[in-house]
T-cell receptor
Framework: ETGVTQSPTHLIKTRGQQVTLRCSSQ?????VSWYQQALGQGPQFIFQ???????GRGNFPPRFSGLQFPNYSSELNVNALELDDSALYLC??????????????FGAGTRLSVL | GDSVTQMEGPVTLSEEAFLTINCTYT??????LFWYVQYPGEGLQLLLK?????DKGSNKGFEATYRKETTSFHLEKGSVQVSDSAVYFC??????????FGAGTRLTVKP
C-alpha cells in the first residue's frame, strides 16, 4: 500500500506567478483535502475534493483552485502568488469524506517560497 | 467558528519525564477530537482520537480524554523518550470536512 505522495518537495516562485502542486492519494482513497501550514502555525483547511468534485472550502480566495482526477490524484493551483502564500502545503487523503471515522493520511508536503 | 487552542511551546523535558500538553476547544455541538504528530521533514501522523465525551484515545503510551465539561483534550504520556521529540497538533472536526488545528507544540526530549 503506497502512502500519500506530494510533488515537488520544494518550490521557489516570485510574486504574481502561478504554481501547481500535485498529490497522489493513498491506494483506495477517493477524497483529497489540501491544507496550508504557515511557519509556526497549524494547518489551515483550503478545500476538499470528493470523487472529482469540490466538497467543502475554507476561508481562501478564489485564486486557490483545485482539481481531482479519475484516479483520485489531485492538484492545487494558486494564481497571482503573494508573499503570504509562502508556506508548507499539505495534502491528505481519506476513504470518503474526512470525518472522525474516515481518517486522513497526510503527505510530507510541498514547501513553497514566494519571493 | 470552531477553534483549537494549545499550550505554547516549546516544551523541553528530560527522558522519562511526565508529559502534558494542554488543548482546549471552542465548537458547537459535539466535534471529534484528534492529536497529530509531525516529525521533522514528514507529514502529520494521527496519534490518537476521541469521538464523544469521556472517550479516551490512546496510542504508543500517549493518552487523551475528551472532556466536554471543560472543553479539553489534554495529551499525556507517563515517560517520554528522545524519539518522542516532534511537533504535536490538537485538532477537531465536524461532519463538514473542515478540520481545525491548533498552532502546534514543539516537544524536545533530552537524554
Amino acid at each position: 500500500e503506497t502512502g500519500v505522495t506530494q510533488s515537488p518537495t520544494h518550490l521557489i516562485k516570485t510574486r504574481g506567478q502561478q504554481v501547481t502542486l500535485r498529490c497522489s492519494s493513498q491506494s483506495g482513497h477517493n477524497t483529497v483535502s489540501w491544507y496550508q501550514q504557515a511557519l509556526g502555525q497549524g494547518p489551515q483547511f483550503i478545500f476538499q475534493y470528493y470523487r472529482e468534485e469540490e466538497n467543502g472550502r475554507g476561508n481562501f480566495p478564489p485564486r486557490f483552485s483545485g482539481l481531482q482526477f479519475p484516479n483520485y490524484s489531485s492538484e492545487l493551483n494558486v494564481n497571482a502568488l503573494e508573499l503570504d502564500d509562502s508556506a508548507l502545503y499539505l495534502c491528505a487523503s481519506s476513504f470518503d469524506q474526512a470525518t472522525a471515522k474516515n481518517i486522513q493520511y497526510f503527505g510530507a508536503g510541498t514547501r513553497l517560497s514566494v519571493l | 467558528g470552531d477553534s483549537v487552542t494549545q499550550m505554547e511551546g516549546p516544551v523541553t523535558l528530560s527522558e522519562e519525564a511526565f508529559l502534558t500538553i494542554n488543548c482546549t476547544y471552542t465548537a458547537t455541538g459535539y466535534p471529534s477530537l484528534f492529536w497529530y504528530v509531525q516529525y521533522p521533514g514528514e507529514g502529520l501522523q494521527l496519534l490518537l482520537k476521541a469521538t464523544k465525551a469521556d472517550d479516551k484515545g490512546s496510542n504508543k503510551g500517549f493518552e487523551a480524554t475528551y472532556r466536554k465539561e471543560t472543553t479539553s483534550f489534554h495529551l499525556e504520556k507517563g515517560s517520554v523518550q528522545v524519539s518522542d521529540s516532534a511537533v504535536y497538533f490538537c485538532a477537531l472536526i465536524h461532519d463538514n470536512n473542515d478540520m481545525r488545528f491548533g498552532a502546534g507544540t514543539r516537544l524536545t526530549v533530552k537524554p
